[in-house]
């Protein structure tokens, strides 16, 4: 057969197009597009930027329980270098000009450190270090290095692909310490920095979305309720959640106990922080305010933070025995010379008892006003702060309302709230101790978990001024092996590099936020897999928490309205009346009080049989040592539903199995005081 002398280079023409076009279909040619990275891989990251040091796709999904997975930093503070007067903190976590302008030193670091006095008073020493940032890092960020930034967005994206889930941005301030601090560029009002942190996360979202190639795309996604936080887990992206820790949230700081606001500025305040998207807070932070007294320092800090609190309030710390087996911290005598010589002429800070561990001062009539505040708008309380005569009176009205939404995010709480918190339905977080103190205080609690089927959560405090994990040293015998598996399997982390320096948990501990991962690996070869897989349950029972208080709804009071009869009634002045109708009038401030006698009662006609489920009790200070809740269809017949020999007044809550009754009745057995009994109000739920 004879060919058409043309007929190869036809042939060969038509396979060339089939070739091009095949090409063109399954991919780029050498001039075309470049192919879309992967979800989890940025499309426009800065160059030169900080390298991540992870391969792998994040996890995403949920378990087959279809429960959330993942890490908890229940505590950090993105957006502290904007605080304090914007000069505590130097460094940036993001800058639209890259890398060396958001991690470079404050001015006044330069040189040599000679002027970076608050790294001399936090660290001791003489404050001097090589102020270079990117790219040399010499000297910072380091565990011990307080005042330097450790959330640049690289490093928490790390600490995302090493399988955290959900982050809390606490916006912090302190107008004392920006007030004193020698340098500053803007003012020290708290909630104007308050809603610049707040707008700066939000704009560090936008950013990480252009990294990401576009809005939506990126994976530090801030969050305002727990249903889509848990869609943004389940796409393998990071929930941040914004919370409050100030000293005078709304302006609300005491002068010679004296409140500065009032329930118009409480309102007003939670209406504008939860439009910013705010879902916890602290009520007070290191001084104490017009909410709540607070949890001691001790030590030299406690000294100069006690300082403090007498510059802003005109009142040192006051200190009495505890009541109960929490105790608040011990203040400590060490001396703060720096501090104290701000001090007026002739004032000092005073002597403590040893024996007096206890904040005389606890949560004050406009600080339960606030939290019940933030109980209608679905916010959540951080407790850790709070003096424990202000936490047992806020778990009080907590668990009379059956409202979980309380947090411990930092090791502050005293331990023996663990259980009442796991009960109310709250979540708790450990400081970012080393692996081996972290192991132990999550064993003193892993038997509650187990119990109460919880997670755990770490807080980081990363630019909190708190210290982090120092490094266990190159010749431990169990060091962190690089690369090591992310707690989940689905990564694999090899040791951080930013600029010209690599870090190593070994040797450096935990310097910055990206150094998470590592950390949680040296705690599982240190303190072992069991108290890391609490912590990787963390997400699912924080969103529990948050999810519950959301859904929350206050039950009916049945007894408000209702008719009241007693035994006795208080009378002694014309003026005044202490009626039985006083404890069911829905006015606290009324109340009905008894005769001075053990042997007294309040009994309540709710009209028909009702399920009774809980009662509450708010006592006045003539309260009752042991009494009794007995329940009646008929008012004739009475059970005991619930009884204790160990009432120590305030706001009490009986629960017991749901029964039928018509009459409820409270019976004195025996008084706390000379006194008679004396009952604000009494509620009666069904559930």
């Known amino acids: 057969m004879t060919r058409h002398p043309h007929g190869r280079r036809g042939i060969l023409a038509v396979l060339a197009l089939l070739l ?17 990275p992967a979800w989890w891989e940025p499309s426009a990251r800065p160059a030169p930027d900080s390298a991540i040091g992870v391969t792998g796709e994040p996890f995403r999904g949920t378990d087959a329980q279809g429960r959330v997975r993942g890490f908890v930093d229940a505590h950090n503070h993105i957006m502290s270098n904007e605080a304090f007067g914007g000069r505590l903190i130097c460094g940036k976590p993001f800058s639209e000009q890259g890398v060396a302008d958001a991690l470079k030193d404050c001015p006044e670091h330069y040189p040599d450190g000679s002027l970076a006095v608050f790294d001399f008073i936090t660290k ?12 040399t890092f010499a000297d910072w960020p380091a565990h011990d290095s307080l005042t330097h930034q450790q959330n640049y967005y690289a490093w928490i994206e ?61 994976w530090f996604r801030i969050v305002t309720d727990s249903a889509q936080a848990r869609e943004v887990i ?34 007003r305040g939670l209406d504008e922080l939860h439009a910013l998207g705010v879902r916890s807070m602290f009520l007070c932070h290191k001084f104490d305010n017009a909410l709540c007294g607070v949890r001691f320092d001790s030590g030299a800090l406690g000294t100069a933070i006690n300082v403090g609190q007498f510059l802003s309030t005109g009142t040192f710390w006051q200190t009495g025995r505890c009541t109960g087996p929490q105790q608040d911290n011990p203040i400590g005598l060490a001396a703060a010379p720096g501090a104290e010589a701000k001090l007026p002429p002739g004032v000092s800070v005073p002597a403590y008892a040893a024996d007096a561990r206890c904040n005389t001062r606890g949560l004050t009539e406009l600080g339960e006003y606030a939290l019940r505040g933030m109980m209608r708008r679905g916010m959540m309380l951080e407790i850790d702060h709070m003096s424990v005569k202000a936490a047992g009176r806020a778990l009080d009205v907590l668990d009379a309302a059956s409202y979980p939404g309380v947090l411990s995010s930092h090791s502050w709480m005293d331990l023996d ?49 708190g210290g982090w994990p120092g490094p266990r040293g190159a010749d431990t015998p169990n060091p962190v092996r690089y690369p090591f598996r992310s707690a989940d399997g689905a990564s694999v982390l090899d ?6 320096r690599t870090w190593d948990v070994n040797t450096d501990g935990a310097a910055h936020h990206g150094l998470v991962p590592d950390w949680l690996e040296d705690v599982r070869i240190v303190a072992g897999q069991d108290v890391v897989d609490d912590l990787f349950r963390g997400a699912e029972s924080y969103l529990r928490t948050w999810g519950a208080s959301e859904r929350h709804t206050a039950a009916e009071n049945l007894a408000t309205g209702a008719a009241a009869t007693a035994s006795s009634s208080e009378w002694w002045n014309p003026f005044t009346r202490y009626a039985p109708g006083n404890a069911v009038d829905g006015d606290p401030g009324t109340r009905w009080a008894s005769e001075w006698s053990d042997d007294q009662w309040l009994r309540i006609d709710l009209g028909r049989v009702r399920s009774v489920a809980r009662v509450t009790l708010d006592w006045q200070a003539a309260h009752a040592a042991a009494y009794r809740v007995e329940l009646s269809t008929d008012g004739a017949g009475w059970r005991t539903a619930w009884s204790t020999t160990a009432g120590d007044g305030g706001l009490d809550t009986a629960r017991f199995a749901a029964t ?18 004396s009952l604000r109000e009494v509620g009666v739920h069904e559930r």
């Open 417 to 465: 709230w663990t259980e009442r918190v796991y009960r109310l339905g709250g979540f708790i977080a450990q400081y970012m101790h080393g692996a081996e103190a972290f192991g132990a205080e999550a064993r003193r609690t892993d038997a509650l978990r187990e119990r109460y089927g919880v997670g755990y959560g770490y807080g980081t405090d990363m630019n909190g001024v």
């Open 158 to 218: 790390r600490a995302w692909r090493g399988g955290q889930r959900i982050l809390v941005n606490d916006l912090v301030t302190n107008g004392v310490i920006c007030s004193v601090y020698f340098f500053k560029d803007r003012g020290c009002d708290e909630m104007t920095s308050i809603r610049l942190q707040a707008r700066k996360t939000y704009e560090m979202q936008a950013y990480v979305d252009r990294v990401y190639g576009g809005p939506g795309r990126g």
């Open 495 to 500: 040791r951080q590099t930013t600029g010209q």
């Open 124 to 135: 001791g020493g003489d404050g001097r270090h090589d102020p270079h940032g990117w790219p």
């Open 20 to 36: 091009t076009a095949t090409a063109l279909a399954l991919g780029p040619s050498a001039t075309g597009a470049v192919p879309e």
């Open 234 to 267: 389940r796409q393998g992206k990071l929930a941040v959640v914004l919370g409050v820790e100030t000293s005078e949230p709304f302006g609300c700081k005491q002068i010679l106990d004296v409140a500065q606001c009032d329930r118009g500025d409480i309102d």
């Open 660 to 677: 039928e009754a018509r009459y409820v009745r409270v019976v004195g057995v025996r008084r706390a005081t000379s006194w008679g009994y």
